[in-house]
């Protein structure tokens, strides 16, 4: 059975930082590539950052030199350093998982019947 468990989201200051975590269950293997999606209230998921199963990262420019995406495979864990986070950050962040390898995320497409789902983690930046 695929899980997904995020954590780490919560209430932050503009310009503050926050590092979400996404732990797999042992069925998603290195083969999978990993993303992080986000939802703002009223509008379509998107794709925030993907990595590939081959180590091949790509980011929204609007996250770019702020957000980073990584992976322990010891771990099994997936993670999304978020700095100088901004008000338009704010919406439910998901973990992705990709059985194809992952080389989708760089379309910036929507989501997959295919993809794999945490249950969303609610990130809020707000003064």
């Known amino acids: 059975q695929v899980q997904l468990v995020e954590s780490g989201g919560g209430v932050v200051l503009p310009g503050g930082s926050l590092r979400l975590s996404c732990t797999a269950s042992?069925?998603?293997?290195?083969?999978?590539?990993m993303a992080w999606y986000r939802q703002a209230p009223g509008k379509e998921r998107e794709l925030v950052a993907g990595?590939?199963?081959?180590?091949?990262?790509n980011t929204r420019d609007s996250v770019k030199g702020r957000f980073t995406i990584s992976r322990d495979n010891a771990k099994n864990t997936l993670y999304l350093q978020m700095n100088s986070l901004k008000p338009e950050d704010t919406g439910v962040y998901y973990c992705?998982?990709?059985?194809?390898?992952?080389?989708?995320?760089?379309?910036?497409?929507?989501?997959?019947?295919?993809?794999?789902w945490g249950q969303g983690t609610q990130v809020t930046v707000s003064s």
């Open positions: 992705n998982a990709d059985p194809t390898g992952g080389s989708y995320y760089f379309t910036f497409g929507p989501p997959l019947p295919l993809h794999y």
């Open positions: 042992e069925t998603i293997d290195n083969s999978y590539g």
């Open positions: 990595l590939t199963s081959d180590g091949y990262r």
